[in-house]
């Protein structure tokens, strides 16, 4: 029979076919039927193109982070609600698997997404006398290649093979700076079959402004192949203007139009404490232009701002909350106007405790306490995501480091459990805010910003992050992570083993990187791993506070750096890209 191969074309993620036997073939065509910004209905429109199907299997990743709610005339796995940007496979109804020659029907859904709807393209794989059809995905098929960085698609196919299938990835004319730079060979088995493999692109630093295109030709023996369309972002982009809007895509933070954006940059510390120890806002510190003219002659493009729940809301005597939410307003839209994306946590915050690793006795918010407290935790997430949504260039940071593993004497069940789920917890004297709590606080706004949310063990420990982590209607989590040469994660391999296998599902930040000398080997090896794992890192910390302990960046507010690990931090940076 003569060979039959069907190439749907569509933008965000393209698959090909070819039939096993000729006989065997089916099509399918995606139509958004509405969209109001946030929800949006689509059909897909399936033929049977071949002899007749005895059953029948639909196939798509979706380039956002679009969620199907409800589903008719098709199974979907994942179940709805799917996860945002989910790989799915859609299974016939038991009423509507078998199909004859020239069949047409229609699959549709609901759904709910933010940023971007682009469409997926949709592959159909039928089943019949005449054999199975292979199909291979790649996602995305437009790339953006940031000038002296990376960037990256994925292949898989579409059902399972008899035998190894070699997909190559070929760069055809164009701008000569794109060049394929991994995963330009790859492989897959019986056993790898259905796990998206990446390819790397990269793109040469030059001296024009322009952003030129190149061709990446996916093909396999057999297959027809597919062009993944590149192109160049020159880093012009990065170096002025305001700082981009983010989501989550899968496991990278990325900006509006797609692009990759890591968060490289440094923490700000006094907002926790200056209020409640009578040293004004910042510390006596600058928030002004001066300031953050100082900070992005370091090329730094995050910010980290720790924050005093009881100071924003004004409660047991702190400061006028709302002098206190305009002060951090006003730096927050600053750093934003400059290029610099503002990370907002809270730091500090009500509750006593008194057990393991207690940085103070006092109720009120003076010291780190093991977990936000469900009293005021909550008020003060409503009031920030009030704040800022709308402004997705702000990220926010739902708590500094828990530590409620600790106050259970190192039950990580407990622990774990009481991290998500708040309430009563083992150890802890007053009622907690459980992640998941202060999620939909913080949607229940109407905020649809990234949120960070750090693991156990002062947010070192990630090792069950994945399993505990909270559901989020907006698709826009990820995983903060801190960590100092003191810490039990402080090597390779465990970074590996635990950050490693967050990293590969969900955007990593660490959130606070620095080691207690005036060195910089440690934070040294900390950012080597990051940059090779695309997880992003701020350092703690800059404030002039004297180098004698560690951890500090600077002499002066004019951005003078301590003359080692100050010194040693912005010389890394200033060789980084954001747009990675």
Request: overall charge negative.
């Amino acid at each position: 029979m003569a060979a039959a191969a069907v190439l749907l074309a569509g933008s965000g993620l393209a698959t090909v076919q070819t039939a096993a036997d000729a006989a065997v073939a089916c099509s399918a065509t995606y139509a958004k039927s509405w969209d109001n910004g946030t929800g949006f209905g689509a059909s897909i429109t399936v033929t049977n193109t071949g002899d007749p199907l005895t059953s029948w299997a639909l196939s798509f990743d979706f380039p956002g982070n679009q969620v199907i709610t409800q589903m008719w005339g098709g199974v979907p796995t994942p179940a709805a609600p799917t996860p945002a940007g989910a790989a799915v496979t859609v299974k016939p109804e038991s009423y509507n698997a078998a199909k004859g020659t020239g069949a047409t029907w229609t699959v549709g859904f609901n759904g709910t997404y933010t940023g971007a709807n682009t469409s997926p393209t949709v592959s159909c794989t039928g089943t019949g006398s005449g054999g199975t059809q292979q199909a291979l995905v790649v996602s995305p098929t437009s790339v953006s290649v940031p000038e002296g960085r990376t960037g990256a698609y994925t292949v898989r196919l579409q059902s399972q093979p008899s035998g190894n299938v070699t997909v190559t990835s070929t760069a055809g004319a164009g701008d000569g700076d794109i060049t394929v730079t991994g995963g330009a060979g790859l492989t897959f088995t019986a056993a790898n079959w259905s796990t998206p493999q990446t390819v790397t692109l990269g793109a040469a630093e030059d001296a024009d402004s322009t952003n030129g295109t190149r061709p990446i030709s996916v093909a396999s023996s057999g297959l027809t192949s597919v062009t993944v369309n590149a192109t160049e972002a020159d880093n012009d982009a990065v170096t002025g203007g305001a700082a981009p809007a983010l989501r989550v895509s899968g496991n990278r933070l990325v900006t509006s139009a797609g692009a990759t954006y890591r968060l490289l940059g440094v923490n700000r510390a006094s907002g926790e404490f200056a209020c409640v120890q009578g040293k004004g806002m910042w510390d006596s510190g600058p928030a002004d232009q001066a300031s953050v003219d100082a900070m992005k002659a370091w090329n730094i493009h995050a910010v980290r701002i720790p924050l005093n729940e009881e100071c924003w809301n004004g409660t047991n005597g702190t400061p006028s909350g709302a002098t206190y939410q305009q002060n951090v307003k006003d730096y927050v839209n600053l750093l934003v106007a400059n290029g610099i994306t503002p990370i907002v946590e809270m730091h500090w915050n009500y509750g006593q405790y008194t057990g393991q690793g207690a940085g103070c006795s006092d109720t009120t918010a003076t010291c780190q306490k093991p977990m936000p407290d469900a009293q005021y935790a909550p008020t003060f997430w409503k009031g920030v995501a009030t704040a800022f949504k709308g402004n997705n260039a702000v990220v926010f940071d739902l708590f500094n480091e828990p530590y409620p593993d600790a106050a259970a004497n190192w039950n990580a069940t407990a622990g774990w459990t009481c991290w998500r789920d708040g309430g009563t917890c083992t150890g802890i004297g007053y009622q907690v805010a459980g992640m998941q709590s202060l999620v939909d606080t913080v949607r229940a706004t109407g905020a649809t910003n990234v949120i960070m949310l750090g693991g156990l063990a002062w947010s070192n420990d990630l090792s069950q992050w994945l399993t505990y982590k909270p559901s989020d209607p907006a698709g826009n989590l990820m995983a903060a992570w801190h960590t100092y040469n003191f810490n039990t994660c402080s090597n390779v391999s465990c970074w590996d083993s635990q950050v490693g296998a967050v990293a590969a599902q969900v955007p990593v930040h660490a959130g606070e990187i620095g080691q207690n000398s005036c060195a910089h080997d440690y934070i040294d090896q900390v950012m080597a791993w990051a940059d090779a794992h695309g997880v992003g890192y701020t350092a703690w910390t800059w404030n002039p506070w004297g180098c004698s302990q560690g951890n500090v960046l600077i002499e002066d507010y004019n951005g003078t750096p301590t003359s080692t690990y100050g010194a040693g931090f912005k010389a890394h940076l200033l060789t980084q890209n954001p747009l990675s």
